[in-house]
């Protein structure tokens, strides 16, 4: 494919990004605690996560690996941040969830499909076929900073979730005010974790499709987590006041 038309395919699903967002604003995603009736057949949640995200490794090592062409060490450690983060999310984070009896809209699982199809697609095609960096990138403010900031951005998204599973009992689905680390401030660090990573991400890759994944990050758990916070003090009277959504006291 011809770089002018890939770069075409990437800013139309980055706009394509800005009308989710502005969609997600105003409608929530309906699963886990907003999941409502209406929205057709459904799938056992835990299942539903696998499918969703161990597509998007699939796919990407498809685009990276397809035309057998020479991976650096630099796209093979930028992947290998990229594969990590995929590794737990497909296969250890549902097998850890405790979601017992728990489904999901068939619809959200698509949808999620065809997302995680179209960046790790774009991804690996990139990396395969546009970038070529430099021997000094390892050096850059770019890389260093973009590495700094996705790993911290991944403790912070691992420890939340972790903190978040273990508020249930094996067995129950029922929901509490989470305690500990940034939920002192914000009522979804797990979320604001996911942004910086990806922004991390795209700092250090320094190429169209991982902004647009970031872009596309930020447009799915922005809302989100307003959505969350909005939950959370309609649920609970006494939810600690000082806590904003994901950017503590502002957002
Ligand atoms: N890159 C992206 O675009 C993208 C998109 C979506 C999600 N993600 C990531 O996927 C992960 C999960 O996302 P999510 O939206 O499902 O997160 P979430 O709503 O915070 O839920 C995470 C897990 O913890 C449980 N949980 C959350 N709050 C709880 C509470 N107060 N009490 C008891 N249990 C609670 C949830 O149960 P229920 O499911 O029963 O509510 C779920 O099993 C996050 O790390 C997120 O960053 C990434």
């Avoid at 619809?107 to 546009?130: Q, R, T």
């Avoid at 998204?157 to 508020?167: E, K, M, Q, S, T």
């Avoid at 994944?213 to 649920?235: D, E």
């Amino acid at each position: 494919m011809e770089t002018t038309l890939f770069h075409q395919i990437t800013w139309a699903w980055i706009a394509l990004a800005a009308v989710t967002f502005a969609y997600l604003l105003r409608r929530n995603a309906p699963y886990g605690r907003h999941v409502q009736a209406g929205w057709g057949p459904t799938i056992p949640n835990r299942l539903g996560w696998f499918l969703m995200e161990f597509t998007v490794m699939v796919v990407f090592l498809m685009a990276l690996l397809w035309e057998k062409r020479p991976i650096s060490t630099m796209v093979w450690v930028l992947s290998g941040c990229f594969l990590l983060h995929y590794l737990n999310r497909s296969l250890i984070f549902p097998l850890r969830l405790r979601t017992a009896g728990k489904r999901m809209p068939l619809i959200i699982a698509l949808s999620a499909i065809g997302f995680n199809l179209m960046n790790g697609f774009l991804l690996g095609y990139c990396f395969a076929n546009f970038v070529d960096y430099r021997s000094d990138w390892w050096t850059d403010a770019r890389f260093i900073g973009g590495q700094a900031l996705f790993w911290i951005g991944l403790a912070i998204n691992w420890h939340a979730d972790h903190i978040l599973i273990r508020l249930r009992k094996p067995g129950s689905t029922g929901y509490a005010i989470p305690q500990g680390g940034l939920f002192k401030w914000i009522s979804c660090p797990n979320l604001l974790g996911e942004m910086i990573e990806w922004t991390g991400f795209a700092l250090m890759c320094w190429h169209l499709p991982a902004f647009a994944f970031m872009i596309w990050t930020i447009a799915n758990l922005a809302p989100r987590a307003i959505a969350h916070h909005r939950w959370y003090k309609a649920t609970f009277p006494d939810y600690p006041a000082v806590r904003s959504a994901f950017i503590p006291f502002l957002v």
